[in-house]
């Protein structure tokens, strides 16, 4: 296996739909304005916290094909059938309970209009039905992750990603802007999806479900599963439950100030996510030891390539907002932007430790990390918000990130070697929020801050690079140079 193809096509996969949702969000803002975005952000928040019904058996799928080795597809039809008829159970199940529990938030705890509200309620019935479609993917996915089916699977995701956002956009300009038309249109995209999968997997999969249902297998990946339920259970409720408590407690409206520099954040966390979902099948495969060895490889060569993205993000979110969605919208985000912009760092390089953990079927830990940040961060967020500061929200993002990261690395055991480095690259994300904060953009101040942080963060980053990787840069500088 290639991991720094694997780790390049889950790049590529990711960045068509950021390339997309540049161009689409201020035309969705247009065209259903900021509390309808506000509460689609909600929505979809809700879509995702209620796929924990999955119960880890698309991860649970992904490892035990990964770990198989060689057998990997002798082994798919023997998991996948186990888990696909358990999930689609589990997702039925999921969609009855989210039926009422949407309806009481969206008919008596975000704040909104009588109207929006009303029509909320009449699309509930069709977020329900999305959740069995979401559980069923993710087992689908886990397959082509397990077999290292990278480029398959990216594919499949982009184009499902893209479709997400232009069928509803194309529904909200042409037709109506309604929920109860967006949101069925944003499930046929989901189906579109899950429709190519199975045409992708089937011919992996053997007879019938007959043939490869096991319950020994099922109750198997349900006890690797259980605990990345627990932690699928409790960490939206760190990582969403911040949009649930803007929009309760101040409005639908400033859901969409926060979301759209936060799902900006979350964005440039690509290169995390696209390297630890490429490492996860390597990591099955390895032991103790050299495990841990790619661990903290992985962690310092991604330490040293977001921190000058940190640094970059931080001082352009600024003025990007204003290009892009304009300056009375960009106005409301840019406090809570700038500091969004400084968690990034942290929230990208913690997707290592964590996979590393799943690899070695330890979801236990990472629940366990969930756990004991979960108290301590709603009081944060808590105390902000009743302030009404989106930024005081964003500050407590950070907080969560920073200690979410040093918990998984002291769990793999990588802390010691990487723990420094990265508190050195907080002090330089610190001073840069500090000053982008504090000066007027194009400011000669400004200006020299972000030559000043960027430089610094070069110097650091070369610092991190493990050394065969910075002879093998320094090789290709030296290269374009004489060409």
Not at 331 to 342: E, F, N, Q, R, W
Not at 386 to 408: E, I, P, Q, T
Request: hydrophobic share 55%; charged share 10%.
């Amino acid at each position: 296996m290639s991991l720094k193809r694997h780790t390049a096509y889950n790049i590529l996969g990711a960045m068509v739909p950021i390339a997309v949702s540049l161009l689409t969000v201020p035309a969705y803002l247009a065209a259903v304005g900021d509390a309808r975005f506000g509460i689609l952000a909600v929505t979809w928040l809700l879509l995702g916290y209620f796929g924990l019904f999955d119960l880890g058996l698309g991860m649970a799928t992904s490892h035990h094909i990964a770990a198989a080795g060689k057998d990997a597809e002798a082994q798919v039809s023997r998991w996948f059938w186990s888990a696909l008829l358990t999930n689609l159970l589990l997702g039925v199940i999921g969609g009855l309970i989210i039926w009422p529990v949407a309806s009481y938030y969206f008919g008596h705890v975000i704040v909104v209009d009588k109207a929006m509200r009303a029509e909320m309620l009449a699309a509930v019935p069709w977020l329900a039905l999305a959740v069995p479609v979401a559980t069923v993917t993710g087992v689908m996915s886990g397959v082509l992750q397990g077999l290292n089916r990278f480029g398959r699977l990216n594919l499949i995701s982009v184009t499902g990603t893209v479709l997400f956002q232009l069928l509803p956009l194309g529904a909200a300009v042409f037709w109506s802007p309604s929920l109860t038309i967006l949101l069925p249109v944003s499930l046929a995209a989901r189906a579109i999806s899950l429709i190519w999968l199975w045409k992708e997997i089937r011919p992996l999969i053997g007879t019938g479900a007959s043939a490869g249902f096991s319950r020994d297998r099922a109750k198997t990946m349900l006890r690797f599963g259980g605990w990345v339920t627990v932690s699928a259970l409790f960490a939206p409720l760190m990582i969403a439950i911040d949009r649930f408590a803007i929009g309760a407690m101040i409005s639908a409206a400033a859901v969409s100030y926060y979301a759209v520099p936060f799902n900006l954040a979350d964005r440039l966390t690509i290169l995390g996510n696209s390297l630890g979902s490429a490492l996860f099948p390597k990591l099955s495969a390895l032991g103790d030891g050299d495990l841990l060895s790619l661990a903290i490889r992985s962690e310092k060569a991604l330490m040293a390539a977001m921190l000058p993205v940190g640094v970059l993000s931080i001082f352009a979110i600024g003025p990007f907002l204003t290009l892009w969605v304009g300056p009375t919208f960009a106005a409301k985000s840019i406090p809570a932007a700038t500091v969004l912009m400084v968690g990034i760092f942290f929230d990208a390089v913690s997707r290592v430790p964590l996979y590393t953990l799943r690899s070695q079927a330890r979801p236990e830990a990472v629940a366990k990390v969930d756990l004991i940040q979960l108290l301590p961060y709603w009081a944060l967020l808590y105390a902000a918000l009743s302030r009404g500061a989106l930024a005081g929200a964003a500050w407590a993002y950070v907080g969560r990130v920073f200690f979410n990261y040093f918990l998984l690395a002291y769990e793999v055991g990588s802390l010691r070697k990487t723990g420094g480095w990265a508190l050195a690259s907080a002090l330089i994300l610190s001073g840069a929020w500090l000053i982008a904060s504090t000066q007027p953009a194009w400011h000669s101040v400004w200006i020299g801050g972000l030559v000043a942080a960027l430089c610094l963060a070069i110097s650091l980053s070369t610092l991190l690079l493990p050394s065969d990787l910075r002879r093998m840069l320094r090789d290709r500088l030296q290269v374009r140079r004489l060409a």
